[in-house]
């Protein structure tokens, strides 16, 4: 029998059944009418076997799965054949490959897995976003596969382990296609040589020579290695990350936050995305600067220099912007044109050092290698360091996130990031070290450009030029306009032709701003599709096939605009430095904190990494930093902190699975072992409460009165019991869970929500008290409601609600109960189970519901209720309300009245002290009350003030009470027995046998012996209550001592009636009882 779903793309009849289950005869193609007579199984399958008759099948299934594996040509396929639900593959080992059912010698054009509903491994499975077909391909869930068969398995869609037929796959295919698809680059144009483009700025044709000319070749070997081997670990780590799972567009942002969380992502993302805009406007002032000084020489200015540096730079960005809006094709297209040109304009320099002239030599060029050992050391000056010249450098090696930076237009970025990025950081490494060589080796630091200073005979010159028959000592007092310290140009001086190093200095900076103009829009839309700052989301959407951010486009036009058109960037320029150096910081972080929360999850395959390495990494940027310009360094790390601070105080809704979780989770497990192996110590003692509320939501006042003393103090757990006379849905039990544990998060309780489905409250407790917990963070305290309506319901369910405070006193568990006079459980105001208030009932969002259901049916997820205005509470209701949120706000002026009549450890005295340690609870004063003797008030008054004053507790007053022993007064001892006689056994009424039969149907019975026996104790409770409501009827809470009933001896219903007798017509009531262990201590 194999049975298997209907898929809902080939079912015509939506009432039919999703399982169907069909008798076939089997038959061959050749005999499509009875089946056949019994004969023996051909071995080249094409007839089916006897033993198929009559075997049930399942139908529906798509014949086109047939063809998904490639059969040998020897393999026949007869296509009536019915097909199995269990095949195999196997060999004959005759060089003949058969494919099998394994309930016959039958062979089937089937492939496994395709015709059952438990699924093969398959990739789509793993997918986050939607299929070809429009909707995301799952595998079959546990309950499909396991519950019985009257549950309906799947939703609409293909059925689990079935495939698309062939003519749907053509024509998914065929949409795609006429549709469009996006444009993607491979590793060498989409990151190779974006970051070479992007190193490659104007400082290698303009900057590269005086750096030789201060810092010498040796030294400046040494800058460029310190600042390679800085961006070869952020390329190493930049690497790891990518290759850490499948990469999506926003470069840097999208690394950083995926890996340590929208915190560290949402602040560097919006200050990367800023550095790339007001990068645009730099590189476009240094192109524009270029093109002022060429008009300069010729005398064509359009004004003067500073506003038409402006005219051409607000030129150039709108002709950027059009490469860039027109899309990425032309975008990379024109950086392809850009990189030939400063590719030629490089090599043309090699080729020109090749080629000295006489004509050159005055003004410093005279070829290799004669000047090679002069320059070969340092000689600052006009105040410059090592750290200095490094400091000008450095920028000059930034770009290697260029690639990163467009990972969404990326055909595979998880191999194009890593090879691009490395390779460019060493061809580029390469570049700078041979033009530090060429220059320091062919070009003095001085020189005049004068043919006349040539050596005399008369002058001792000692200068390599002087061996070259120049005499050049005159520019040691200054002035001189050539040689490496003096000519920025003098790579135009060397090349073989000057007007090409020209075009390759428009290269650098044109194709620098280009990837800049490129890289801002992307991640800012990344960053504004992930709404960290809600207030951008506008500029989230794109356009066309590629996804074109076309209004980031437009923003970083502005932002570059207006710096360009501000045309003063001394100032701006190493904050956009720092800026670049702070992401590269969080990205060799990001890989050494995800390699020190051990999280199974990351798993890069790219494997030339180290997490101390990039530890390394990160502190190198930040000395960078420093180095660069210490006052940027501050700037940029107090806007991170501000931004930081700012996301964490928003905390976005979104979870990426970071390395923080993976930290925080290696932490807390850490953390809770080795609290094992450590014994518990009285001074160390917390009440860890188990708290039965019911859904979150349904007895709120209960939950803030505990969450004010065990906030970031100890334990919280929101237990739950569900009831049930149904079979358990757990499903539904899960769904809860999520959505009660939002509930919490939301309205700050800081509590567990632990669900468990149980017959009756008592099992379900005891389930609980046993199991909730882990290690030493395990609950000690049980907390529950006073059973407000228990002389209106079932005496069972009194019965089982005593049980479950002697299972907790079994377990050695401090008891707490509240009581309000008006209740704790609102549930039904909420739309719970009554007709009195009109409700609207609405499907519950996950990401916005800021309410946890109360009950739930069997054919609906939790519901989110919605009051309508039209429909008033009554009074009651209405007070009800009030009372449960009456701890939520702070409490005024008043007490807490502590009437601590038993010593139970001390837990009696410990919750109020806790209590008026919040800010709520501040302006309250403890008032201890106790029991003592009327000959010795004084003294007990004073031993308590003693005890209370070495346990370090604040008090106002302490009240001894010398007469909790007197009578009660008459009326209400009546009550007290008009409210047990519907409960009393009455066995002096009835024979023996019909008493003890009916006590031992109804355990709660109250007998005569059981009356009389505790008949002082029953005067007592009686007496308390008198006393309360003389002395504590204002209090804004009483805390007292809860009276213990002998298990087996004191009925349920005579116990209940001493706690109602004890604590109604009262204020807010907490009875209290410890285990009877010390959780106070007066010792140090």
Not at 155 to 182: H, Q, R, V
Not at 213 to 237: C, D, E, N, R, Y
Not at 855 to 873: A, D, V
Not at 1072 to 1084: A, C, I
Request: hydrophobic share 40%; with cysteine; net charge neutral.
């Amino acid at each position: 029998l194999s049975v298997s779903p209907k898929p809902s793309l080939k079912s015509d009849d939506s009432a039919q059944s999703r399982f169907q289950v069909d008798v076939v005869m089997e038959a061959s193609s050749a005999a499509p009418g009875p089946a056949a007579p019994s004969a023996p199984a051909s071995t080249d399958g094409s007839r089916p076997p006897e033993e198929s008759k009559g075997r049930f099948r399942v139908v529906g299934f798509m014949d086109s799965g047939a063809m998904d594996i490639g059969l040998p040509p020897d393999v026949s396929h007869e296509p009536d054949t019915a097909k199995s639900d269990s095949v195999s593959l196997h060999s004959t080992g005759t060089g003949h490959t058969h494919i099998s059912d394994s309930h016959s010698n039958t062979y089937y054009m089937r492939t496994f897995g395709h015709n059952t509903i438990d699924a093969v491994p398959n990739i789509d499975f793993y997918r986050q976003t939607a299929a070809p077909f429009g909707e995301k391909l799952t595998r079959p869930s546990l309950s499909e596969l396991h519950d019985e068969l009257d549950k309906e398995p799947f939703e609409d869609g293909l059925a689990n382990g079935e495939e698309p037929s062939a003519a749907e796959e053509a024509a998914a295919l065929a949409a795609k296609e006429a549709k469009g698809g996006s444009v993607k680059f491979g590793w060498v144009k989409g990151v190779l040589i974006r970051c070479m483009l992007n190193i490659w700025g104007v400082m290698l044709f303009i900057r590269m020579s005086w750096i030789v000319g201060q810092a010498g070749i040796g030294l400046t070997i040494g800058i460029i290695l310190m600042a390679t081997v800085v961006t070869t670990i952020t390329g190493l780590s930049t690497s790891a990350i990518a290759t850490n799972g499948f990469v999506r567009g926003g470069g840097a942002y999208y690394l950083i936050s995926r890996s340590l969380g929208p915190e560290f992502g949402g602040s560097i993302g919006l200050i990367f995305a800023f550095a790339n805009a007001v990068a645009v406007a730099m590189y476009v002032v240094g192109f524009a600067e270029t093109v002022v000084e060429l008009l300069n020489d010729v005398d064509a200015l359009m004004t003067d220099e500073l506003n038409d540096i402006r005219i051409v730079g607000t030129l150039t960005i709108i002709l950027l912007l059009g490469i860039s809006v027109a899309g990425m094709e032309w975008e990379a297209k024109a950086q392809i044109v850009l990189l030939v040109i400063l590719l030629a304009a490089i090599v043309n320099f090699f080729f020109g050092s090749f080629m000295p002239s006489e004509s050159k030599e005055p003004k410093g060029f005279f070829g290799y290698p004669a000047i090679l050992l002069e320059n070969f050391g340092p000689e600052f000056r006009d105040g410059e360091t090592f750290f200095s010249v490094f400091a000008i450098f450095f920028p000059a090696a930034t770009g290697i996130l260029a690639g990163a930076n467009i990972s969404g237009d990326l055909t595979d970025p998880q191999s194009a990031i890593p090879k691009g990025t490395l390779l460019a950081i060493l061809i580029t490494g390469l570049t700078y070290v041979a033009v530090a060589i060429s220059a320091g080796s062919c070009i003095v630091r001085d020189a005049t450009g004068d043919h006349n200073d040539t050596v005399s005979p008369t002058v001792n010159c000692t200068d390599a030029a002087c061996t070259l028959g120049y005499d050049f000592s005159i520019c040691k007092e200054g002035g001189c306009p050539f040689g490496l310290m003096n000519d920025f140009q003098v790579m135009s001086l060397v090349s073989s032709f000057g007007p090409l190093i020209t075009a390759g200095i428009f290269s650098a900076t044109l194709s620098s701003a280009l990837a800049s103009l490129v890289s801002a829009p992307k991640v800012f839309q990344a960053l504004c599709k992930d709404n960290i700052y809600p207030g951008l989301s506008v500029f989230a959407k794109g356009y066309g096939r590629n996804n074109e951010p076309l209004r980031g486009y437009v923003l970083t036009f502005c932002i570059g605009l207006a710096f360009i058109l501000v045309a003063e960037l001394n100032i701006i320029a190493p904050i956009i430095s720092n800026f670049f150096l702070a992401s590269y910081a969080l990205i060799n972080f990001s890989v050494f904190h995800a390699s020190l929360a051990s999280s199974p999850g990351w798993r890069p395959s790219f494997k030339y990494y180290n997490m101390w390495v990039s530890l390394a990494g990160a502190i190198l940027c930040c000395v960078v930093m420093f180095v660069i310009n210490w006052w940027a360094a501050l700037v940029t790390l107090l806007i991170v902190l501000a931004l930081y601070i700012y996301v964490s105080y928003k905390k976005p809704d979104v979870n990426w699975g970071s390395s923080t979780q993976a930290l925080i989770y290696n932490q807390a497990l850490t953390h809770c072992l080795n609290l094992t192996g450590v014994e518990d110590h009285v001074k160390n003692f917390r009440p860890q409460c188990l708290v039965l509320a019911g859904y979150p939501n349904a007895r709120p006042a209960l939950l803030q009165l505990v969450n004010s003393f065990t906030k970031n103090v100890s334990l919280m757990v929101s237990g739950h019991v569900r009831t049930v006379s149904r079979r358990s849905n757990f499903r539904e039990l899960y769904q809860d869970y999520a959505r009660c544990q939002r509930y919490l998060n939301k309205k700050r309780i800081k509590a567990f929500y632990a669900p468990v489905f149980s017959d009756n409250l008592r099992h379900g407790a005891q389930l609980l008290l046993q199991a909730v917990g882990l290690g030493r963070l395990k609950p000690n305290t049980l907390v529950m409601g006073f059973k407000n309506n228990w002389s209106d319901g079932n005496m069972r369910d009194v019965e089982n609600y005593i049980n479950t405070i002697h299972d907790a006193f079994d377990l050695l568990f401090g008891v707490v109960i509240l009581r309000l006079q008006e209740g704790l459980d609102i549930s039904h105001i909420q739309g719970q189970g009554t007709s009195d208030v009109l409700i609207s009932v609405i499907p519950a969002k996950d990401s916005d519901s800021d309410s946890c259901p109360s009950k739930t049916t069997s054919n609906q997820s939790s519901p989110l209720i919605t009051r309508e205005t039209k429909s008033p509470l009554s009074l009651t209701d209405q007070r009800l309300l009030e009372s449960s949120q009456q701890f939520k706000k702070k409490q005024g002026k008043g007490t807490i009245d502590v009437w601590w009549l038993f010593d139970d450890g001390g837990l009696t005295l410990l919750i109020p002290y806790l209590l008026t340690n919040r800010s709520k609870w501040g302006d309250c004063r403890i008032r201890v009350f106790i029991g003592g003797k009327i000959n010795r008030i004084d003294h007990d008054r004073r031993a308590m003030a003693t005890l209370l004053s070495r346990f370090r507790i604040d008090f106002s007053d302490i009240n001894v009470l010398g007469d909790i022993n007197t009578k009660p007064k008459k009326h209400n001892k009546l009550t007290f027995k008009e409210l047990i006689e519907p409960y009393r056994l009455k066995e002096d009424d009835m024979e023996q046998e019909a008493a003890e039969r009916l006590k031992a149907q109804e355990p709660w019975r109250i007998t005569d012996n059981e009356l009389e026996l505790y008949k002082a104790k029953t005067n007592r409770q009686i007496r308390l209550n008198e006393l309360l409501k003389e002395h504590s009827s204002t209090a804004k809470l009483i805390v007292m001592s809860m009276p213990l009933a002998r298990k087996g001896t004191v009925s349920s219903a005579l116990y209940m009636c001493w706690l109602e007798t004890l604590s109604k017509d009262l204020p807010p009531l907490l009875l209290v009882r410890g285990n009877h262990q010390s959780v106070l201590t007066f010792y140090s």
